[in-house]
């Protein structure tokens, strides 16, 4: 019975160390990718650095933005849905919670998404007036839409 106990311990250590070394390859190649991407990007210059955030960047912000409507939408539809339960049926309290709790998911995801948003919007408002100041490029309407977002943003914090 030992023996048999110790050949398996033994297998079992042999399928993890194995499953081990191949993440740590795995990760070993990944890293020689990113120090390849790193070298090519210093290669670059800061105007370019810029000037791909201010565009990815945008991007970006208009993808969050239509993910925070969409999550606004299903969670009025959830409110909705919650308001037309019967508070009187004896099964309301499972049926509650099994609507509250995706709900509250829904909540704590958008408060992570408005605060990328921020940070989003700030380093856009950056790139904004670089661009406008070392290229001279035309970002004055851009950048009040990004002083609209902010402000919603921070009135929809303090509502």
Known sequence: ???????AVTMALLCYTARLSQVWRASGSA???HSADRRRLAA?????????????GRRRL???????DALAVSLEHEVEKLNRLDTS?????PA???????????FTFDRHLRD??????R?????????????????????????????????????
């Open 89 to 93: 049926d004896p099964l309301y309290e």
């Open 62 to 68: 208009d993808a969050l933005l239509a993910l925070i």
């Open 116 to 121: 990328e948003c921020r940070a989003l919007v």
């Open 123 to 159: 380093l856009l408002e950056f790139c904004g007036r670089d661009l406008a100041d070392s290229r001279g490029t035309n970002t004055a309407e851009q950048l009040a839409a990004l002083a609209a977002i902010k402000a919603t943003i921070q009135f929809t914090d303090r509502g």
């Open 31 to 33: 890293t020689a990718r």
């Open 96 to 106: 509650a919670r099994t609507m509250v709790n995706p709900a509250l998911r829904r």
């Open 44 to 56: 670059v210059s800061l105007d370019t650095h810029i000037a791909t955030e201010w565009t990815n």
């Open 1 to 7: 019975m030992i023996w048999f106990l110790a050949g």
